[in-house]
């Protein structure tokens, strides 16, 4: 286990518009505000976009499981914001569903809002955390603290 420690920082309450895409316009708030660690919680619905909803096969590097979804999906989710190279990383997970379906995974390319998405962003202040390529997994995962091992701030 690794850990980095922090503190609350600025928290705003973002309501995002039927139309626009909900992972661009956060990605664009948070990077226009300078936040480089977070949470961000957001509920409404969407009407168009992609999940991934798990691997293939369970093996690594995994190879992932897309589903498309359109038509009016209520939605719940979580997105952790932590530093990328050039902007931040905002990793989103949610549960979408629509009458008797549900699909659950990770938020990915598109996902145009239908009425709104209410969101909720908290800065996390005082950590260290970066991304980094694991060749495990071929993904870019979080990577709290020094190398070295857990850590907690002061």
């Known amino acids: ?27 664009t708030f948070v990077t226009e505000k300078g936040i ?3 949470i961000i919680q957001f509920l409404g619905a969407v009407e168009e976009g992609r999940i991934v909803t798990g691997p293939r096969k369970p093996v690594l590097p995994p190879v992932p499981t897309y589903e498309s979804y359109e038509g009016g999906w209520e939605l719940v989710g979580l997105a952790t914001i ?22 659950t995974g990770c938020l990915r390319e598109k996902a145009a ?4 998405v209410e969101a909720v962003v908290m800065e ?5 955390i970066e991304r980094r390529f694991d060749p495990t997994t071929g993904l ?4 709290p603290g020094p190398q070295s091992g857990a850590t907690r701030d002061q």
């Not at 286990?1 to 990605?27: K, S």
């Not at 809002?113 to 709104?116: E, H, P």
């Not at 870019?140 to 990577?143: E, R, T």
């Open 1 to 27: 286990m690794r850990y980095t420690e922090g503190r609350l920082g600025r928290v705003f309450y973002v309501r995002v518009d039927h139309g626009e895409d909900l992972l661009e316009t956060l990605q």
């Open 36 to 38: 480089r660690s977070g």
């Open 124 to 128: 996390i202040l005082g950590t260290r």
């Open 113 to 116: 809002t239908y009425i709104i």
């Open 140 to 143: 870019d995962l979080p990577l």
């Open 82 to 103: 932590t530093p990328g190279p050039d902007r931040p990383h905002l990793h989103y997970h949610a549960s979408a569903g629509r009458g008797r379906e549900a699909l």
